[in-house]
């Protein structure tokens, strides 16, 4: 039998858990759909991330790290000659059988306005030498009327599977997008691959001295400059939350777990907690739990997933804790977060509006929005629950259903 080579893009490392979860789900199902007769590629950094990567997953993964042949002259080259070099090299994609594009939102105007569309334009390039599937994505909004424009065109002719409906709307409606596209999910809505094994679960809960439901957990995202430009009232406003929630009557005798998501240039998250625990008051440190080291993602699922809830700046910090049936407040910088909570999981109740809005984090304002949903939250504990267990079971699904359609692009 032939045997299938998969190249997986956007899948560099599991410095950030949430692009992790979404690699570590589509290499499983890989293995799983074809068995032994797939060869799986992404673009790793380094060789040393692949043990890691097979502990998070199940059984023999094939997995492998992708390095492009022309990667130095890229690296190299500046200008004119580096464009060349990128075109010029796409035939080596020949040799692949599909390229799988991983979401979120790298095709977004909100970390770099010209840079979406030299992405876009290498990655609808790679069609002309191999069959190509955007996954799971958020693209846009795009306000450069040439991004407008010209992305109108070229992303007509690759499939996307959408991972939110508002993503799917824009799509459709202002870049007039048809053919090819269709609704998915996020794939983080998927079990992780090692998400049923208890004594996971067990060994984390155990090594932090926490119990299920008896601790709240925190993500202070290191994207400080997508929330606000001055850091330290970034982290003022994060340790007036902190004791605010340390007094909440709803929340007495829990623990508050600081739990680093991101790590590296995704902006580490261990180093903003560890000075973030050293301003806070001594009586209220002794209930809050540092989690400032890398344990990767299934671990940190597993503490998402077990707390009573969590509060968040990160989008998949908040999908890990929705996907085990938890609620999360969720800080929104951009319109992912309205596309997949307010809209997929039908919880806009539980968005705080805290992009690029400096006002906001000067007044400390941004406390009191978090403080009020906090308590909205715990009045309305178990109805908003079972809500949420409904709407992640049809999130789920939509994933699992993308999954399958991408196999189906393959040549």
Request: proline share 4%.
């Amino acid at each position: 039998m032939i045997v299938k080579k998969i190249l997986i893009q956007h899948f560099p490392s599991l410095d950030n858990y949430g692009t992790a979860m979404m690699g570590l789900v589509m290499s499983q199902f890989l293995s799983d759909h074809f068995g032994g007769n797939v060869e799986i590629y992404s673009d790793l950094q380094s060789e040393e991330m692949i043990p890691e990567i097979l502990d998070e997953l199940r059984g023999s993964v094939p997995i492998k790290r992708y390095v492009h042949p022309y990667s130095h002259r890229l690296q190299r080259s500046r200008g004119i000659v580096k464009k060349f070099w990128q075109i010029y090299s796409m035939y080596v994609y020949r040799e692949f059988d599909l390229i799988v594009v991983l979401g979120g939102d790298d095709l977004s105007e909100y970390y770099s306005r010209r840079g979406v569309l030299i992405e876009s334009i290498q990655l609808v390039s790679q069609r002309f030498f191999c069959p190509i599937v955007l996954v799971g994505q958020t693209i846009g909004p795009f306000n450069l009327l040439s991004n407008r424009l010209l992305l109108r065109r070229l992303l007509r002719y690759v499939p996307i599977a959408t991972r939110d409906q508002w993503c799917y709307n824009y799509l459709q409606e202002d870049l007039k997008l048809k053919k090819n596209l269709f609704q998915g999910a996020d794939l983080a809505f998927c079990d992780l691959p090692l998400q049923n094994n208890d004594s996971i679960r067990q060994e984390i809960l155990h090594r932090y001295h926490l119990v299920p439901d008896q601790y709240v957990t925190v993500i202070v995202s290191g994207l400080v400059k997508s929330y606000c430009k001055n850091r330290q009232v970034y982290l003022q406003n994060w340790h007036e939350m902190i004791c605010r929630m340390a007094k909440n009557p709803f929340l007495q005798n829990k623990k508050i777990c600081l739990l680093a998501h991101t790590f590296a240039k995704y902006g580490d998250e261990g180093e903003i907690i560890t000075e973030l625990f050293q301003t806070l008051p001594e009586d209220i440190r002794q209930r809050v739990v540092p989690v400032k080291e890398r344990i990767l993602p299934t671990r940190a699922r597993f503490l998402l997933g077990n707390g009573y809830l969590t509060i968040t700046g990160r989008m998949h910090a908040s999908i890990s804790t929705f996907q085990m049936g938890k609620p999360a407040i969720v800080l929104s910088y951009s319109k992912k977060y309205e596309g997949i909570i307010g809209m997929n999981l039908n919880r806009p109740d539980l968005i705080v509006e805290a992009g690029l809005n400096d006002a906001l984090w000067e007044s400390m304002e941004i406390v009191e929005m978090i403080d009020e949903k906090v308590c909205y939250l715990c009045e309305n504990y178990d109805r908003i629950t079972d809500e949420i267990r409904e709407r992640v079971a049809v999130q789920k699904q939509l994933a699992e259903s993308m999954l399958q359609k991408c196999i189906g692009v393959a040549k």
